[in-house]
């Protein structure tokens, strides 16, 4: 079992950065790939950015390439979303998720995810 609890959220105008993190329990995080969703109100939760077991593969949604880079700390339990450049499309809560690794499954999709946060609210006001 996995408890996340995310951080960092608030309030930020255009332009301007934020770090998201997402502190995890137990002594087993290095063996779960992590992942950042966003929802905003109205539509479906969405991937942001995935991380493997180590970090050394990282992945992105091509709305956020360039602009965000998802990052672990295995000894702190911790995974980390900082985000520049942002923009009013950005505004949603986000949420931090983590993964057994299974094959056939994917970073991408929500459904491969066994443990989420409570997520945190990210608005970019323009």
């Known amino acids: 079992q996995v408890q996340l609890v995310e951080s960092g959220g608030g309030l930020v105008q255009a332009g301007g950065s934020l770090r998201l993190s997402c502190a995890a329990s137990?002594?087993?995080?290095?063996?779960?790939?992590m992942g950042w969703f966003r929802q905003a109100p109205g539509k479906e939760r969405e991937f942001v950015a995935g991380t493997s077991q180590s970090g050394t593969t990282t992945y992105y949604a091509d709305s956020v390439k360039g602009r965000f880079t998802i990052s672990r700390d295995n000894a702190k339990n911790t995974v980390y979303l900082q985000m520049n450049s942002l923009k009013p499309e950005d505004t949603a809560v986000y949420y931090c998720?983590?993964?057994?690794?299974?094959?056939?499954?994917?970073?991408?999709?929500?459904?491969?995810?066994?443990?989420w946060g409570l997520g945190t609210q990210v608005t970019v006001s323009s």
């Open positions: 998720a983590a993964r057994v690794i299974r094959g056939g499954s994917s970073y991408q999709a929500a459904s491969s995810y066994n443990y």
């Open positions: 137990g002594r087993t995080f290095s063996t779960y790939g």
